[in-house]
């Protein structure tokens, strides 16, 4: 069955950059998008980005450009975000995502149909 | 670019039925397919409602989506309500002029 699988809780110190893994299992890692979405603590969902794990092209939210990097490693079947400039307000639970749309169709369908378990991103000084 | 307006918090009784609408600001809400997903507590969002209407295998046929052509909104109906139920819900779309996701801010239902 299709699984991703994040890294552990960080903490960070105020601009400190973070990078968070998300290996996966079960599918061909190069077929299929990956999305990620963080939450602040009791708030909602918000999307950072996708990477296309085949080409390695990349899609950022415009809030994130310039303070995102999403790359992946084929061989190993893992995507990552890195997030530089940390601020308080990025601690958040970050999540990869895969998008249900094989890349051989066409672009992203931009949705979700399997979530990694989400990885704790702490910024405190 | 729009947003997706949800009510923050509904609540019913088991067995009842609720439903949850997702308004969307600017643009048809056909323009692109509404997903909903589910978040219980401390877990990952699951997919319940993809495409509009359309249940992943697995996901109990007590939930079902629609759309409102006239009120430019998407619902997300529950019947026959569990307390396992009981979570965060939260729509989603996305705008092609921008490129990006959008989220709804998620409804929390409690089921009492």
């Known amino acids: 069955q299709v699984q991703l699988v994040q890294s552990g809780a960080e903490v960070k110190k105020p601009g400190a950059s973070v990078k968070v893994s998300c290996k996966t299992s079960?599918?061909?890692?190069?077929?299929?998008?990956i999305h990620w979405v963080r939450q602040a603590p009791g708030q909602g969902l918000e999307w950072m980005g996708w990477?296309?794990?085949?080409?390695?092209?990349?899609n950022y939210a415009q809030k994130f450009k310039g303070r995102v990097t999403m790359t992946r490693d084929a061989s190993i079947s893992t995507a990552y975000m890195e997030l530089s400039g940390l601020r308080s307000d990025d601690t958040a639970v970050y999540y990869c995502?895969?998008?249900?749309?094989?890349?051989?169709?066409?672009?992203?369908?931009?949705?979700?149909?399997?979530w990694g378990q989400g990885t704790l991103v702490t910024v405190s000084s | 670019n729009f947003m997706l307006t949800q009510p923050h918090s509904v609540s019913e009784s088991p067995g009842k039925t609720v439903t949850i609408s997702c308004t969307r600001s600017?643009?048809?809400?056909?323009?692109?397919?509404v997903q909903w997903y589910q978040q219980r507590p401390g877990s990952s969002p699951i997919t319940v409602i993809s495409?509009?209407?359309?249940?992943p295998s697995g996901v109990p046929d007590r939930f079902s989506g629609s759309i409102d052509i006239s009120a430019n909104s998407a619902s997300l109906t529950i019947s026959g309500l569990k307390t396992e139920d009981e979570a965060d819900y939260y729509c989603?779309?996305?705008?092609?002029?921008?490129?990006?996701?959008?989220f709804g801010g998620g409804t929390k239902l409690t089921v009492l």
């Open positions: 079960g599918y061909t890692f190069s077929a299929y998008y």
């Open positions: 600017s643009g048809s809400i056909v323009s692109n397919s």
């Open positions: 989603q779309c996305y705008d092609s002029d921008d490129r990006h996701v959008v």
């Open positions: 995502a895969r998008d249900p749309r094989s890349i051989a169709d066409a672009g992203p369908y931009n949705c979700f149909d399997s």
């Open positions: 495409d509009d209407n359309q249940r």
């Open positions: 990477i296309n794990p085949s080409s390695g092209a990349t």
